[in-house]
């Protein structure tokens, strides 16, 4: 069966079809993590899983490299497994030259910190991520990003690949740009860089 794979170019491709995505090596500038930080590949270093930032500069540091496995390890454990049993996605970018990110802030969901949005400027688009604390650590549940030049966010699921690609495949409409959380309750981001009054902010 053909492979649909997802590429977090923001500003342009949201779906490539046809073949895998190939390795890339780490042959391009290295990408700025939260603070200015320098985010190289490797292992994952415990301390930055502890943070939702750290998670989500690993997470986008190991997709510009081309480590797919890498990539699906900082999933939620839902969705890895989906990941895993779909035969038609697969993460990857086609091109890398010149791509740079820089994590913003964190919003945490509640309290008790247990969920938390990730603002990433990636190549000059805003995007959100969606992640949940696990027993290994913050884990990425999905992300907020606009699948035309230009369009609202829009939440793409990763632990329901099948709701994904219909989404990114539906018609584009006058949308609500939305951010769902992972466990399933809505909390809306109107812009990436939106404010609300009842979440807990954090740097990272």
């Not at 794979?5 to 342009?12: D, G, H, R, V």
């Not at 292992?43 to 930055?48: C, G, T």
């Not at 008790?112 to 913050?138: C, I, N, P, Y």
Request: proline letters at 5%; one cysteine or more; a negative charge.
């Amino acid at each position: 069966m053909t492979r649909i794979i997802i590429t977090l170019l923001f500003a342009s491709t949201v779906l490539i079809a046809g073949g895998c995505g190939r390795q890339i090596a780490d042959s391009g500038p290295q990408s700025q993590g939260n603070e200015g930080e320098v985010i190289r590949s490797g292992s994952q270093p415990n301390a930055q899983l502890e943070s939702p930032g750290g998670t989500v500069s690993l997470f986008l540091k190991a997709l510009r490299d081309g480590d797919e496995a890498r990539t699906v390890n900082l999933m939620t454990a839902q969705a890895r497994k989906a990941v895993d049993s779909s035969e038609q996605v697969s993460f990857g970018l086609q091109d890398t030259d010149g791509i740079v990110f820089r994590v913003g802030e964190t919003r945490f969901l509640s309290d008790q910190k247990k969920m938390a949005h990730v603002e990433v400027q990636w190549d000059g688009t805003d995007v959100v991520f969606a992640l949940r604390s696990e027993e290994r650590g913050w884990r990425i549940a999905g992300f907020a990003a606009p699948l035309v030049p230009d369009g609202p966010l829009e939440y793409l699921n990763f632990e329901k690949p099948a709701e994904m690609l219909a989404k990114i495949n539906a018609p584009r409409g006058d949308q609500e740009a939305s951010v769902t959380d992972p466990n399933g309750s809505s909390g809306v981001v109107e812009q990436a860089d939106a404010r609300t009054g009842d979440t807990t902010r954090s740097p990272r």
